[in-house]
């Protein structure tokens, strides 16, 4: 059996390459010995991706993030991608969307940009090529928190840039209610959804409040996914309002869209935590497959769930199942998810058809 391709719709490449200075041509281990005896992997974990895991792991596309937390969010001297103002936000985010221009131009062996179906077609035929053995990644811009538009008027130079999917909320943010900042859409949030829909711009709910989940629901037009979003119901007394409720998971499938779980173990099990010495062994792969079950359960199918596994993302290998090492070991999902009554096909498509499909759907064309 040929291994399934891996989409991955979240990873924060360019936070970590400001931050830390990763280099992602580099395998996991490299930048772990690299970042040996700094303070890296107390405060980010040892990095979970590289491009020969990704190669090992046989991931076709990620979903290349631009972030920046509010000054109040900053949690040390390292934490550089931070903004005290919206004009701070827009020049981040921009640099870090200029840095993956940068990146596929200067490494086009290994990464490159899909903004299109035409480069989502091309690039999935020479990925597939069997005489192919090295293939370049296919990097998706998503803006997570969308403090760094400074108004609608921008939205034609983000997409023309390669923007292609906006997150309105990390913490709250001046659009709506988000991750410990709970609340409604503002009036700002509403009139830049109405703006992007005129770009089809894909709105991502992960971090949004339930209340402005669900009005974005009923008032966007556009797709809609949850590109970094576990299920609420698997997740008793959890602290924050990070997570989805069915009723949100419901309106995400009725849209038609897609939810990535997260292989984080404090996004699986309630009190788990590494800075408390919870030990990785309280949380087998297994429960990642578990949330993905739910999401099928309420659809009453396979199509809208995947992964979307937020890897380097303030976090590494310390805080993830025991069976994972490197993102290449999300493959080893497929044989639990058969043993839960899943086929073949449906294992591959949560790993990476679902948004195989999504993508040649929405893309522009």
């Known amino acids: 059996m040929i291994k399934p391709f891996i989409i991955d719709s979240h990873c924060d490449l360019a936070w970590n390459m400001q931050?830390?200075?990763?280099?992602?041509?580099?395998?996991?281990?490299?930048?772990?010995?690299?970042?040996?005896?700094?303070?890296?992997p107390e405060n980010n974990g040892d990095s979970l991706i590289g491009w020969p895991d990704y190669q090992r792991g046989r991931v076709a596309i990620v979903f290349s993030t631009l972030f920046a937390s509010?000054?109040?969010?900053?949690?040390?001297?390292?934490?550089?991608?931070?903004?005290?103002?919206?004009?701070?936000?827009?020049?981040?985010?921009?640099?870090?969307?200029?840095?993956?221009?940068?990146?596929?131009?200067?490494?086009?062996?290994?990464f490159r940009l899909?903004?299109?179906?035409?480069?989502?077609?091309?690039?999935?035929?020479?990925?597939?090529?069997?005489?192919?053995?090295?293939?370049?990644?296919?990097?998706?811009?998503?803006?997570?928190?969308?403090?760094?538009?400074?108004?609608?008027?921008?939205l034609d130079e983000w997409y023309s840039l390669g923007l292609r999917l906006i997150g309105l909320s990390w913490a709250g943010t001046r659009y709506a209610g988000g991750t410990r900042e709970?609340?409604?859409?503002?009036?700002?949030?509403?009139?830049?959804l109405k703006a992007m829909a005129d770009f089809n711009f894909t709105l991502d709910l992960s971090h949004m409040d339930e209340q402005s989940a669900l009005e974005s629901l009923d008032l966007y037009e556009g797709p809609i996914v949850?590109?970094?979003?576990?299920?609420?119901?698997?997740?008793?007394?959890?602290?924050?309002?990070?997570?989805?409720?069915?009723?949100?998971?419901?309106?995400?499938?009725?849209?038609?869209?897609?939810?990535?779980?997260?292989?984080?173990?404090?996004?699986?099990?309630?009190?788990?935590?590494?800075?408390?010495?919870?030990?990785?062994?309280?949380?087998p792969l297994d429960v990642v497959a578990a949330h993905m079950d739910h999401v099928c359960q309420l659809a009453g199918d396979a199509r809208h769930v995947g992964i979307g596994s937020d890897f380097d993302g303030g976090f590494g290998v310390q805080s993830v199942p025991p069976e994972i090492?490197?993102?290449?070991?999300?493959q080893k999902l497929v044989p639990l998810l058969i043993a839960r009554g899943y086929s073949e096909s449906d294992a591959g498509n949560i790993l990476g058809g679902n948004w195989l499909n999504f993508l040649e759907k929405n893309l522009p064309s």
């Open 325 to 330: 090492d490197t993102i290449a070991d999300l």
């Open 19 to 40: 931050s830390y200075g990763r280099d992602y041509t580099r395998s996991a281990a490299e930048t772990r010995q690299l970042e040996k005896d700094t303070a890296v």
């Open 70 to 110: 509010p000054l109040r969010g900053k949690v040390g001297e390292w934490d550089k991608a931070v903004y005290s103002d919206y004009e701070e936000a827009h020049r981040i985010y921009l640099d870090q969307l200029r840095l993956y221009h940068q990146l596929t131009d200067s490494k086009p062996d290994h």
């Open 182 to 192: 709970p609340g409604p859409l503002t009036e700002d949030g509403r009139r830049l």
């Open 226 to 283: 949850a590109s970094h979003a576990n299920c609420l119901a698997l997740l008793p007394n959890f602290p924050t309002n990070r997570h989805l409720p069915d009723r949100v998971i419901r309106g995400v499938i009725e849209r038609d869209g897609i939810i990535g779980v997260v292989s984080l173990n404090s996004f699986l099990k309630s009190g788990w935590s590494r800075s408390k010495g919870s030990p990785r062994e309280e949380v």
């Open 114 to 154: 899909i903004l299109n179906t035409k480069d989502l077609r091309n690039h999935m035929d020479e990925w597939q090529s069997l005489e192919k053995k090295n293939r370049p990644v296919g990097l998706i811009p998503l803006m997570e928190g969308a403090d760094g538009i400074r108004s609608t008027d921008e």
